[in-house]
């Protein structure tokens, strides 16, 4: 039987779909997503953007995110889902 020792492939597919959920909420350039970006101030999402982006990660990683996790930030989003997506 082969078990994976690695997890790089999936954080990275992980932080792909991140960065492609929150690029695809307001069709902007992939290339403008980086995990130090901060969703008000550098990718001008309002509050209504960001619970959007919660549901559809929640969706699609099959996870809860609550609503005192401080999430500011796509690598905020990255981090939550990486390590709450592998307890799933």
């Not at 790089?8 to 902007?28: D, L, N």
């Not at 930030?73 to 997506?85: K, L, N």
């Amino acid at each position: 039987m082969y078990v994976s020792t690695t997890t790089a492939p999936a954080t990275a597919s992980i932080e792909q779909q991140v960065f492609r959920i929150i690029s695809k909420r307001k069709a902007i350039r992939a290339s403008r997503v980086r995990k130090t970006a901060s969703l008000a101030r550098d990718l001008r999402f309002d509050t209504v953007d960001v619970v959007d982006i919660i549901l559809e990660l929640e969706r699609n990683f099959h996870i809860t995110i609550p609503d005192e996790v401080p999430l500011y930030t796509v690598g905020d989003f990255v981090r939550y889902v990486r390590d709450h997506a592998a307890a799933a």
